[in-house]
């Protein structure tokens, strides 16, 4: 970066969807905030696959540094990426940040920690990598109909339709969606966090059968036919289009909207049309077995588009096994946020369970999607995590509920014993030196013994 640059930081979405992809697109430098877990390793190297795909320069910051989990610190070697900052797992900054505070503002080894972090970031220290991603070959597994099964699929009333969902990531959302599925008899789990899906870490799952998820279209354009007139690239409203020696689409920006082949002056002819409009793989879908029974779940390539169809598959997929193994519920771990992939899973749910904790970005996401359940007429309850960091937040999180009439059916303190059971890959109510593991299970008897319909949970 030129000594007189003005930087622009980007705060990018987690994942590797389209939304990440337009968001670094472009970067002199992306850097990858991730955790010492089996979630962050998993994450991390998908971002890290992306970023290779998109040529950008990459170095990583490991927060919760202290956690005990080596494998971070060696895929990050393996690969060449630097380290340049290491934080700490402490109560007080959860505490600093559910308050909205700056941590550089608030003391010197904070300050230092950051400073260190930013003169290594403005010193260049970064991996820079590239690789060609190339469309899978469809012909190795499909799953056939794919928007058949999203167009058709018809909600089966006897079956009862839970989701965990989040306004913000890292609430413990797939934690907690993690020991449902071990306390919850007679059902399907379904991973709709398509955008980072990483449930399976927590429910030792076993691949039983996958196909690929097709959803959009992208344009090729053959040059050995294309005369290099440049009239697709002066038509195309994506600027997908550059010349050379011939027109090269840009993946990353096609639409597949076809107007290339429209305004092409030798597409009349099949013989002579450069132009072709083909289906792009987006992603997979997977139906595997867990320990605690029957599960489906997915994964978006990177800049992979329409994550609520995907969703749509997956709960279609969901209900196939129910009706055909006599379940009577679907355990849903939706997406954070307020998105297509979360309106996807809530749609037609019997109850939305919304994990949140006492922070000022979480509490405003709350109300987000609060009004979500409110539009769409879902039942919603709340749990508050990490309960203890800051009681003026969580009064405010209660008067929140009691004026939308929405319950809090639990409260967990802040435990680094959940985050531990996280990186032996045990959901934290099976994990035995987890001191929250009675307030989950309170949590879940609460939830699905209230719940209209649903009859003999055990723990």
């Known amino acids: 970066m030129p000594s007189n640059a003005h930087p622009t930081v980007r705060d990018c979405p987690p994942g590797t969807s389209c939304s990440m992809v337009a968001a670094v697109e472009g970067s002199s430098l992306a850097v990858l905030v991730t955790e010492p877990t089996p979630f962050g390793l998993h994450d991390l190297e998908a971002a890290v696959g992306t970023l290779e795909w998109l040529g950008i320069p990459h170095s990583v910051v490991i927060n919760k540094c202290d956690l005990g989990f080596e494998d971070t610190e060696k895929f990050c070697r393996r690969k ?26 608030e003391g010197e080894a904070y300050r230092r920690t950051f400073g260190e972090i930013v003169r290594r970031i403005f010193s260049g220290e970064a991996r820079t990598a590239k690789r060609d991603m190339h469309a899978p070959d469809a012909e190795d597994k499909t799953i056939h109909d794919v928007f058949g099964r999203c167009k058709d699929r018809r909600a089966a009333q006897n079956i009862k339709n839970i989701i965990v969902i989040s306004g913000k990531g890292g609430t413990g959302k797939t934690t907690l969606a ?50 290099a007139c440049g009239k697709c690239a002066q038509a195309c409203r994506f600027d997908a289009i550059t010349m050379a020696q011939a027109a090269v689409v840009d993946p990353l920006k096609c639409e597949g909207c076809g107007l290339c082949e429209l305004v092409c002056p030798l597409a009349e002819s099949e013989e002579t049309n450069p132009v072709t409009i083909r289906e792009n793989v987006d992603g997979e879908a997977y139906q595997s077995v867990c320990r605690h029974g029957d599960f489906v779940h997915a994964k978006l390539y990177p800049g992979g588009e329409a994550s609520g ?81 800051n009681p003026e937040v969580v009064s405010d999180i209660e ?24 990186t032996q890959g045990v959901p934290p109510v099976l994990y035995a030196p987890c001191g929250s593991k009675d307030v989950i299970a309170d949590i879940f008897e609460k939830v699905f013994g209230e719940l209209k319909g649903v009859q003999n949970a055990k723990r």
Request: with cysteine; proline share 4%; charged share 20%.
């Open 80 to 105: 060449g990426i630097p380290v340049i900052g290491r934080i700490p797992f402490t109560q007080e900054i959860a505490r600093l940040v559910s308050e909205g505070k700056l941590l550089v503002n």
């Open 399 to 422: 008067s929140v509920c009691e004026r939308a009439g929405v319950e809090i059916v639990g409260r967990i303190p802040f435990d680094r014993q959940i985050v531990e059971a996280m």
């Open 309 to 389: 169809k995907l969703v749509t598959l997956l709960r279609g997929m969901a209900e196939k096994l129910a009706v055909r193994n006599g379940l009577s519920k679907i355990l849903i771990d939706a997406s954070p946020g307020v998105g297509s992939p979360v309106n996807a899973s809530i749609v037609g749910a019997d109850l939305a369970l919304i994990v949140t904790e006492p922070s000022m970005s979480a509490l405003h996401d709350l109300q987000r999607v609060l009004r979500l359940t409110k539009f769409f007429g879902t039942d919603a309850q709340v749990v508050i995590n990490r309960v203890d960091l």
């Open 178 to 227: 993690a020991s449902f599925s071990a306390l919850l008899e007679d059902k399907v789990v379904a991973d709709c966090d398509v955008d980072a899906a990483n449930l399976h870490l927590l429910v030792d799952s076993r691949l039983v059968s996958s196909g690929y998820f097709r959803s959009s279209y992208m344009a090729e354009i053959d040059p050995g036919k294309c005369t």
